[in-house]
């Protein structure tokens, strides 16, 4: 089944207020933010600090997705919760499924990365565990597209698109912010590329397998994660390879991540010369809700990976 956009077989709706948009995870929200703008605001379902995949609507959340005019959410692979809420809601209701949409670029899992792999890559080293106990096997989609700014550029423009259809009469208005949006976007990426020039090459290890869109958009070398999947259980021989090469001195920082226990990761790092770098937050969870989310994410993000690498 496809979440890209749903739209009503009916004829457009004409609502006399602006949409009710929700949607489920800070980065999402804040490009949502950015395109309405003044016009009003979309509610985050996940909370802050909350995990992602694990998380449970309260009564009021689930009432605002049911009540919703539109929902704009990565997909099902990311936020499975969601998708059984938005059963609830009336046949044909609108949503936007970005994982799904034509316009993203997506990779899979078990891509190499490397410096300069821009946009066609993972991660390489240490990659298979015979112990099986890691939740995804490479090749299968990667749903962490949004930390790709290419796919955030496409997003802002089917956001628009679709508040537009359900309110026209503010269709200039979303076409305007989505622009000032992209404008922004181009001149940040910019700055994080130049930030993050200085280390490419250089090998990290991170918490989990998270960081491939990041990684091949600015041309980061990441050598391997702990962990596989988002809830994986790292297997004994995946820990036992990745702590040899540590050991050997290939690796120079390693991170770890918000809503994780950071004692593995002091674990692996102890005696191997590697440096433990600040906390990694792929989702933005600890972050601020609002329309200065996602800069502020993608910003954070390359800062803590610069200061670690160039020590």
């Known amino acids: 089944m496809r979440y890209i956009i749903t739209l009503a077989i009916a004829s457009t709706p004409a609502f006399a207020e602006v949409p009710k948009v929700v949607t489920d995870i800070p980065p999402v929200d804040a490009l949502v933010a950015q395109v309405m703008g003044d016009l009003g605001q979309p509610e985050l379902l996940l909370t802050k600090g909350a995990d992602e995949h694990d998380f449970q609507l309260r009564p009021s959340q689930a009432g605002a997705v049911a009540g919703s005019d539109l929902v704009v959410w990565i997909g099902p692979e990311l936020t499975p919760w969601l998708e059984s809420a938005m059963q609830n809601r009336p046949e044909g209701a609108a949503s936007i499924g970005l994982l799904d949409a034509e316009e993203t670029m997506l990779r899979g899992y078990g891509e190499d990365v490397g410096a300069g792999d821009h946009d066609e890559a993972g991660q390489d080293g240490a990659g298979q565990d015979g112990a099986g106990q890691d939740d995804r096997a490479d090749g299968d989609t990667d749903p962490h597209a949004w930390m790709n700014p290419d796919n955030a550029q496409r997003w802002l423009g089917l956001i628009a698109a679709e508040l537009s259809r359900l309110d026209p009469e503010n269709a200039a208005t979303y076409a305007a912010n989505a622009l000032a949006a992209s404008e922004r976007l181009v001149t940040l990426d910019n700055e994080i590329a130049a930030m993050l020039a200085p280390v490419?090459?250089?090998?990290?290890?991170?918490?989990?397998?998270?960081?491939?869109?990041?990684?091949?958009?600015?041309?980061?070398?990441?050598?391997?994660?702990?962990?596989?999947?988002?809830?994986?259980?790292?297997?004994?021989?995946?820990?036992?390879?990745?702590?040899?090469?540590?050991?050997?001195?290939?690796?120079?920082?390693?991170?770890?991540?918000?809503?994780?226990?950071?004692?593995?990761?002091?674990?692996?790092?102890?005696?191997?010369?590697?440096?433990?770098?600040?906390?990694?937050?792929?989702?933005?969870?600890?972050?601020?809700?609002?329309?200065?989310?996602?800069?502020?994410?993608?910003?954070?993000?390359?800062q803590t990976i610069a200061d670690c690498v160039q020590g």
């Open 200 to 302: 490419q090459g250089k090998p990290i290890v991170t918490f989990h397998d998270a960081y491939g869109y990041f990684a091949a958009h600015y041309g980061l070398k990441l050598y391997g994660s702990i962990a596989l999947g988002d809830a994986a259980s790292p297997g004994a021989l995946r820990l036992k390879e990745l702590r040899k090469t540590m050991e050997s001195g290939g690796v120079l920082c390693i991170f770890p991540e918000a809503q994780y226990d950071s004692a593995l990761v002091l674990q692996m790092a102890e005696g191997t010369g590697a440096r433990v770098g600040g906390t990694l937050d792929p989702v933005g969870s600890t972050l601020e809700a609002g329309p200065g989310a996602y800069d502020a994410f993608l910003k954070g993000m390359a």
